[in-house]
């Protein structure tokens, strides 16, 4: 079997090592292309499709797709990825500008996509000739659609989610083995006013050892008289990744922006009215985050937004050896906390993240608190595309592939078993993903408490670069905030919003 092997090179080599890798990757296709006397629907190049993956974490999962499909078919597949967490768009560029293209490419949000229409690179999926691929795009749940103008560009890989992660054992230990399932029920429809409550008791038992009570939807915890177990480990109540902006600045305020709009499209054709009609939810965002670092295990202040002390791996690591009650993070953080602490995985699950939003903060018809409170953001990633630039042949070769991977069996078996993805078309009554947090977000699906990921539609840079920026330069590295800061932030994120987007 191939193998991939990922180098991580630092921040200035990274163009040339992209283009080194290029270079020997279209040698190799050169070499394979002029050994091979099969005609093929690239051109005689050695392969029939082409797929540029930019998932670098189940390429391998992938390769292994590709080839199975190759088999069944009887045609040649060639899968192309990066190192995961690698910045493909420089490299998938140069590939849509070559002789050879990717017939299948990946586009993240309605935000990327702009440019791969503009270009007429991707592909109008009403043009698709195959029936079962048509009948595949147009089950998309609207939400989950990636679209421009009501046109449907894109298949998604996944689906992931996120929320607060905590560990089972650690419940048990700080409120009784008996207590963990109705507590995790009772925080799922507390209110913002009983998260808050609980969070100032906890804090207190961890620093003082006062083993107060907890009241969550009308049921009260008690504390245990001792610290005992992995309660004895706690030094904060939330681990916060402090010099990442993305984690404060993405995910969490995307579900103040879901109070706002129903889907990343409507925020990306927002009015300044609406933005304007908005601001209470950043508001309620602001204290949320106020609550978080206030009780996160590093103090808020200069250690906080300290990347060598508080990045993303230390954050993920703090949570694992039970110094945190809570870990805001999805999925994706499962096998870090595995790497971290293996005996732990079983006994993670999500509950949702908490905002202090009165109805009247609700602009989205038909959404209510309750569902706000109660609910965790899943969203898709990544998208596949079809090029729209290749031929006839290529696409409807791409057209099967993705049909095989997204319905048959086997092409189910490799995106759950082989990939460790959530399908996003899982029935949720039948499909487990095999680990704890995965099975979590299987089950929100299952009663219908998931939100969506509005904030994929703002301005490209302004969740992460932006507003994460200037929280982390004005807000993160101080002990204490002003009076007005919750109106400073509000006030910030959406006229940036704004500028960004040049709405008068």
Known sequence: MKRFIFMIFPGGLMKLAEKLLLFVLAGSI??????????????????????????GENAEAMKAAADAFGKEKGITVKVFSLGSGTNSDDTL???????????????????????????????????????DFKKLADTIPPSLRLQQNGVSYGIPYNVEGYGFIVNKNMLADLFGK??????????????????????????????????????????????????????????????????EKWTYGDHLVNIAIDTIFPDAAAAKNTTKQELEA?????????KTLDLMSQNATTLRGPDLINATINGYDQSVATFAAGKALFLKQGNWAYGNIERANPDITKTLTFLPVKMPFTQSDIHVQGLTVEHMNDSIPVFVPNYYAINAKVSDREKELAEEFLVWLNTSEE?????????????????PAKTSAGYSL?????????????????????????????????????YLNKETWPDNAYDDIAGYAVSRWEEMANIN
Not at 32 to 51: N, W
Not at 440 to 447: G, K, L, R, V
Not at 449 to 456: E, L
């Open 30 to 55: 050169f070499i394979f292309a002029g050994c091979s006397g099969k005609k093929t629907a690239g051109g005689g190049r050695g392969y029939d499709l082409y797929i540029f993956n930019t998932k």
């Open 178 to 243: 008996d207590s963990v399932d109705s507590f995790i029920e009772a925080f799922k429809t507390a209110t913002y006013k009983e998260f808050e409550n609980m969070v100032h008791v906890v804090e207190a038992y961890i620093k003082n050892g006062t083993a107060g009570s907890v009241t969550l939807s009308g049921s009260t915890f008690k504390l245990a008289a001792q610290k005992t177990g992995l309660a004895k480990n706690l030094t904060g109540v939330f681990s916060v990744a402090g010099s």
């Open 93 to 131: 560029r140069t590939e849509m500008s070559s002789k050879d293209k990717p017939a299948i490419f990946s586009i993240m949000n309605s935000q990327a996509l702009v440019e791969w229409v503009e270009g007429k690179y991707a592909m109008d999926f009403s043009a698709a000739k195959n029936q």
């Open 278 to 286: 908005g601001k209470s939810s950043f508001t309620a965002y602001a």
């Open 438 to 474: 995965g099975d979590s977000i299987i089950s929100y699906m299952a009663q219908g408490k998931t939100i969506t990921n509005a904030y994929a539609g703002a301005p490209v840079g302004w969740a992460t670069d932006n507003l994460g920026g200037y929280l982390m330069e004005h």
């Open 411 to 427: 092409g189910q078996d490799f995106i759950i078993n082989k990939m460790s993805f959530i399908p996003y078309n899982a029935d």
